[in-house]
Nanobody, 115 residues
Framework: QVQLVESGGGLVQAGGSLRLSCAVSGRIFSINTMGWYRQAPGKQRDLVATMTSGGGTNYADSVKGRFTISRDNAKNTVYLQMNSLKPEDTAVYYC?????????WGQGTQVTVAS
C-alpha cells in the first residue's frame, strides 16, 4: 500500500520561508513523478511544482523564482523549499505521486502566510 506523509507546514509572515517534505512508503516503480499541489478555500486544486525521477521540473508561473522542488530518490522523498512567501500562497499543500498510471495523494498540510 502506497502512503504519502507530508510535514513542514505552518504559519509564517510574508517574506518568510518554509520547507515542506513528503515521504512515500510502499513499493513503487523507480520511474515516477512527484510533486506538490495546493488548494485555497473555495478554489480548485492547482499545480505548484513537479519533478520526475530523471530530474525534470515543472513550476506554476506564480511560484517560479521563489519555490524550489527537489527529491531524494533513495529515500522516496520530495521537498518544496518556499521562499519569499506571499499571503496568496496560503493554502493546503498536497503531495502527489504519479506512477504506473496511478495518482496518489497525501493528507495535506496547511500553509498560512500572514501579511
Amino acid at each position: 500500500q502506497v502512503q504519502l506523509v507530508e510535514s513542514g507546514g505552518g504559519l509564517v509572515q510574508a517574506g518568510g520561508s518554509l520547507r515542506l517534505s513528503c515521504a512515500v512508503s510502499g513499493r513503487i516503480f523507480s520511474i515516477n513523478t512527484m510533486g506538490w499541489y495546493r488548494q485555497a478555500p473555495g478554489k480548485q486544486r492547482d499545480l505548484v511544482a513537479t519533478m520526475t525521477s530523471g530530474g525534470g521540473t515543472n513550476y506554476a508561473d506564480s511560484v517560479k523564482g521563489r519555490f524550489t522542488i527537489s527529491r531524494d530518490n533513495a529515500k522516496n522523498t520530495v521537498y518544496l523549499q518556499m521562499n519569499s512567501l506571499k499571503p496568496e500562497d496560503t493554502a493546503v499543500y498536497y503531495c502527489n505521486l504519479q506512477v504506473g498510471g496511478y495518482r496518489y495523494w497525501g493528507q495535506g498540510t496547511q500553509v498560512t502566510v500572514a501579511s
